[in-house]
């Protein structure tokens, strides 16, 4: 616990705001957005106050994951539900560097463990004792812990008075089921932070089911949506090291790659990331990749790329990771670690069988994040055989996110301009529907800009 929240304080003086924050994943808890076929407009994400006083753990659409420290955690738990959540969190990819020990009997058992066991980082305690015994139970409890252990209880009672009698005797956090193995995992991490850094930037990995599905056209024009359209902070980091487009699709050169970076991992910091990352607009930051295959770049460690891409979390909103088309120790961890996957198909034999066996694969090992987002790509091509859409959706076991028809005129003419498909017709399908993506995964209005006259005349 903080040490002005200790549990060995026998004073306090603590003021209490009328209204405690609550979990806005509760807020967001909608059903997934149909496909997008047609014009439609991005949906709109009101934030209202939720009815529940009690503090679980704050998230905002805004800001990703971090992972936890290696800390060591001891659960006690009464009910088999709550054993299988203290399950789930322990397995949890952000819980890796964590030792978490579980035992039966709740308070009454944790209070007997640590009158002969040395107090761990953190106590995981449920109860369903009433507002007196847990109190008192709580009193007890503190008696027998070192000073600057974090508690969290899960209990029966929601009632504003218990929390904040919680609260004064340092308990850190005090949740009411139902809770979700995820809020459990971000309340431990909001407890765990570094107070200096305490945001990181939502990271959102684009990957292929094959080469050649578009992947990183998609990654370079949800980059664009999001800077652009919905106006947050992004960085788009080219990890196709061999042969990247990003320079190409939005001309810009830059004599400092994310090779650079790369290559000495140690000299990564705040200074050095935002200095190597280029402008392509005031918005908009590039890591690009080298402009040529003179360097064999196959023996950078898996702890580069994780520390590079920290890095520029650290210091950007949002992070879009253009991967390459491959299956490596590097790339599954990258994957692993983001906060959103977005896997780009096409409607064909090829993509729905690598693309099966890459969503299996991730959800096996991702069970408490947001499903991946499904994206198909070049749909309806004239004269080519392909899965019906639903068929497809069907053996995948997921519906598209987004469905982008074939148009090679509009992506073709923003290509060869060095543009975005938005800056070329942000009223085509696929702008839209790019549109829609980086709405949904911001929450934010689409704020498109109308293109000038003078740009228009250009063709611009």
Known sequence: MADEN??????????FDDEIDTD???????????????ELEPPVKEIEPADEPLAIAMQTLEGGD????????????????????????????????????????????AIEYLTQNPTPNLLLLESSA??????????????????GVQVMVIGATNDISLYRQL?????????????????????ISGLFSDPDAPFVGKSISVIGAKGGVGASTIAHNLSWALSENTMVNTALIDLDLSFGTTALDFNHENAQTVTDALLAPERVDDAVITKLLSKATDRLSLFTAPASVSQVLDSIPSEAYSTVIEGVRRVMPYVVLDLPHAWNGWLYQTLIASDEVILVCQPDLASLRNGKNMLDKM???????????????????????????????????????????????????ASNNGQMISETDPQ?????????????????????????????????
């Open 6 to 15: 200790s549990l060995f304080e026998d004073d306090f003086d603590l003021e």
């Open 363 to 413: 959800m096996a090992d991702r069970p408490n994040d947001t499903p991946v987002r499904l994206t198909v790509n070049m749909s309806g091509v004239p004269k080519r055989p392909e899965i019906p859409i639903k068929d497809f959706a069907a053996a995948m076991g997921l519906e598209p996110e987004i469905i982008l028809p074939f148009d090679p005129q509009l992506f073709g003419t």
């Open 428 to 460: 085509a399908k696929p702008s839209l529907a790019i549109d829609h993506l980086a709405s949904v995964l911001t929450g934010r209005d689409v704020n498109q800009v109308p293109k000038s006259l003078l740009k228009k005349l250009l063709g611009k």
């Open 24 to 38: 806005l994943a509760d807020v967001f808890e909608e059903a997934a957005p149909e496909p997008l076929e047609v």
């Open 130 to 147: 009433q507002t007196d015994q847990l109190v008192g139970q709580i009193d007890e409890l503190a008696s027998h812990c070192d000073e």
């Open 66 to 109: 971090r992972a936890i420290p290696a800390i060591s955690a001891i659960a006690f738990y009464e009910t088999p539900v709550a054993a299988e959540l203290i399950g789930a969190v322990a397995a949890d990819r952000r819980m890796s560097r964590a030792t978490v020990t579980t035992y039966e009997g709740g308070l009454t058992a």
């Open 167 to 187: 609260m004064a005797r340092g308990v850190s956090e005090y949740l009411v089921p139902p809770v979700s193995p995820v809020q459990v995992v971000r309340a």
